[in-house]
């Protein structure tokens, strides 16, 4: 065996509990003594042995650039955020070189570049680009600089015990412990916030008061600048995630807290394992883990809030996160996310996983539906997740309807309430437009939010979502919307029927809102099928918008609407409507309707009706955009003016195909001829009509007692059911 092949099967084995190879006072990495250089990666699993050449490959190119550390000048995107990016991966992966292969040259490197760092760092101020309170010294944010803390402490754990004591001290000094002061008391308004800034901060301040031996600053990191324990990062773990490993602020920013999170509590566990870290709130952070994997479609994260849609599985943060989790758990089913990643970490853990792989014990992840509470206590709404359909290769059903029904989510939070998605055979049908930025390209805004996201991608007419008198919920105030969260009043995963239902009475004033979005199986017509009840309760008189915003282009309706080629009016003058063209409408005087449109080949058909006359609005996003920050996507919104409250029934039905190049196509019009809806009491009844002849009602009682039975009668029609919602064959009409 290689000497690289032993260091791989020495890393798996420093991968079991109890296990301390790191010759560091404490442990920030868990890795071997440096080791004399090696031949070769053969003899080490095949995706390790990738990931050695791929920081090979990136960190011999920064050698041969030479150590560039420039002084901060510019926002993100710009040259010297990117540099000092590039910088701390530097850092990081060449200290892990070293370990593996003991070449002195990645020992070399880091030292060099850490010794320009401490020329430096002394002598920086507020960065230039500061952009608010939060500012950093390498970066134009604080965040950024505890990322750079996060990456480059681990990368000089691997080199520390072989550097002269000048160098050390230099280095312990005048980066290090400036880094962790600035974080931890300078910037103590970003230390002490329960967000993800602060965990990212906690974690660079914990691993290098681990490294260099600093108890106080390791209590400041776990209990908070005044070590409290109301704040810092057992606090965090505490508040930031319900019991079911839900994260507030969503999918996009748990999968990006995940890494100082895992990566801090490695640490913890090997330098203070009696706080038993990964049991603590019933092993809260593995719990999270997995959630954000379960948030997912083929890969991409849910873009709830203020997400970057081009997220997935495969990043930086979940290579860390399953390579830690796997080395807790030996869950197989990470290993099939590992495989999928394709990527995996130069670690004890990313060595696991990658001979595991190898080894043939990965097995399908449980993408399934479920119900994820929100909230420290698991109080403050819900995100409901439900699934059907056939599973590919990874074991994901087809289809997946998300329900947002959880609290604001702080100030990433979008004014959403009772919002929700559909994806379909790998595409996304009903679409979230998620966040308004082009994150580190200087040309647009330096890569910050745009002014958009919030006059567009945080209102409420963005989602689909019920929208009253054209104002966003809770009046686009962030901080008044924290205090407030939707009920989940039902949720069931149950085979043929799965069904969410929440409301809030607190979006707007005097009005109670309520969605029911159920998934129903029929026969006789395809899935996915889904049913959306909205009802909304008030005294008094009000407009109410019901947007969908879809993908795909527009086939035909069924109605008559007034194209507007010439003119394209504006939707409205704020809160989102500012920026929907309006390419055509249509007064619906029986309140009924359906638009069908294409996608990848699938035809989706959205059938309505309400409770009295409705004007349907065809839109599209991006008016008034005169730096084109948004994205032009297509919407149909049904509008209802009343003089209480309104109700709102709506089908999307799935049907047929088209193959352009055996230019074939199948069912491209609906398999339903007629949609009724009825409220008696407080109980739904929704009539489909086939054009088959068979007929159904979809009946929902809205009584969580799953054995009460329910019953009403209808135009000389007897329908019953048991619990919450069932489906009712009719008879057919002559």
Aim: hydrophobic share 40%.
């Amino acid at each position: 065996m290689t000497r690289l092949g032993r260091f791989a099967a020495a890393l798996v084995a420093c991968s079991l509990p109890g296990c301390a190879m790191a010759s560091a006072p404490r442990e920030v990495v868990s890795a071997p003594v440096a080791i004399p250089a090696a031949e070769a990666t053969s003899q080490m699993p095949p995706l390790f042995a990738r990931e050695v050449n791929l920081a090979r490959t990136f960190v011999d190119g920064m050698i041969d650039a030479g150590v560039t550390v420039p002084v901060p000048k510019d926002p993100g995107g710009g040259y010297t955020h990117e540099q000092h990016k590039r910088n701390f991966r530097a850092i990081y992966n060449s200290g892990q070189l070293f370990q593996i292969t003991g070449d002195n040259k990645y020992r070399d490197f880091v030292r060099a570049m850490l010794l320009e760092y401490a020329q430096l760092y002394p002598t920086l101020g507020d960065h230039p680009e500061r952009h608010d309170q939060y500012s950093g010294r390498i970066f134009w944010q604080v965040l950024n600089d505890a990322m750079w803390l996060v990456h480059a402490v681990q990368g000089y754990a691997h080199i520390r015990d072989t550097l002269s004591e000048e160098d050390r001290q230099r280095i312990d000094n005048d980066v290090f412990r400036r880094a962790a002061h600035f974080l931890s008391v300078e910037s103590s308004n970003t230390f002490d916030r329960i967000h993800n800034h602060a965990t990212w901060a906690t974690a660079g301040v914990g691993m290098t008061g681990y490294l260099l031996g600093d108890e106080d600053m390791v209590e400041r990191a776990l209990m908070g600048s005044d070590k409290s324990g109301e704040a810092g990062f057992i606090r965090q773990t505490e508040l930031l995630f319900s019991p079911d490993g839900y994260y507030t602020e969503g999918p996009y920013y748990q999968r990006f807290a995940l890494l100082p999170f895992l990566v801090f509590a490695n640490a913890i566990e090997r330098n203070d394992p009696e706080r038993a870290i990964f049991e603590h709130r019933d092993g809260i952070l593995l719990k999270a883990l997995r959630t954000t994997v379960q948030l997912s479609y083929r890969g991409y994260f849910f873009p709830f809030n203020d997400a970057i849609r081009d997220k997935s599985l495969r990043t930086a943060e979940l290579y860390e996160g399953i390579a830690i989790a796997y080395s807790q758990t030996r869950d197989p089913a990470l290993l099939s996310i590992a495989d999928f990643q394709g990527r995996t970490v130069l670690t004890p853990g990313g060595a696991l996983v990658a001979r595991d792989l190898a080894a043939g014990k990965a097995k399908p992840f449980p993408f399934r539906s479920l119900l994820l509470t929100d909230g420290p206590d698991g109080d403050q709404g819900a995100v409901a997740v439900l699934r059907q359909g056939q599973t590919n290769t990874e074991g994901e059903p087809a289809t997946v309807l998300i329900a947002k029904n959880s609290s604001q989510g702080m100030g990433h939070g979008h004014f959403d309430k009772l919002a929700w998605q559909l994806y379909d055979r790998g595409n996304e049908v009903v679409r979230d437009y998620g966040a308004a930025r082009f994150l580190n390209i200087e040309a647009k805004r330096g890569g910050r939010y745009l002014p958009e996201n919030t006059t567009w991608a945080k209102s409420s007419v963005a989602h689909n979502t019920l929208v009253v008198d054209e104002t966003s919920h809770f009046d686009g105030d962030g901080k008044y919307a924290d205090k407030f969260w939707p009920t989940q009043t039902y949720f069931s995963d149950a085979e043929g029927l799965q069904v969410s239902s929440s409301m809030i009475d607190s979006a707007y004033p005097g009005i109670s809102m309520k969605r029911t979005l159920l998934m129903p199986s029929i026969l006789g017509l395809e899935e996915p099928l889904v049913i959306d009840l909205v009802h909304a309760s008030s005294d008094d008189a009000h407009q109410y918008d019901l947007p969908l915003h879809y993908s795909g282009h527009i086939m035909e309706a069924d109605f008559a609407a007034v194209n507007h080629v010439a003119t394209r009016p504006v939707l409205g003058n704020d809160n989102g409507y500012q920026h929907i063209w309006v390419d055509a409408d249509a007064m619906l005087n029986e309140g009924k309707g359906a638009l069908t449109w294409i996608l990848d080949g699938r035809f989706y058909t959205y059938r309505f009706a309400s409770d009295g006359p409705l004007n349907v609005v065809l839109g599209e996003s991006g008016a008034n955009d005169a730096e084109f920050n948004l994205r032009r996507e297509p919407l149909i919104m049904l509008r209802a003016t009343r003089e209480s409250g309104a109700s709102f029934a709506s089908l999307i039905e799935a049907h047929g195909s088209y193959d352009g190049a055996a230019e074939q196509t199948l069912d491209s019009r609906s398999l339903v001829a007629d949609l009724s809806h009825e409220r008696v009491g407080q109980m739904d009844i929704v009539k489909l009509t086939l054009k088959s002849g068979q007929r159904y009602a979809v009946a929902v009682s809205h009584d969580p007692d799953p054995e009460a039975a329910h019953s009403v009668t209808l135009e000389g029609e007897s329908i019953a059911w048991t619990g919450y919602a069932g489906v009712v064959a009719l008879a057919a009409k002559e």
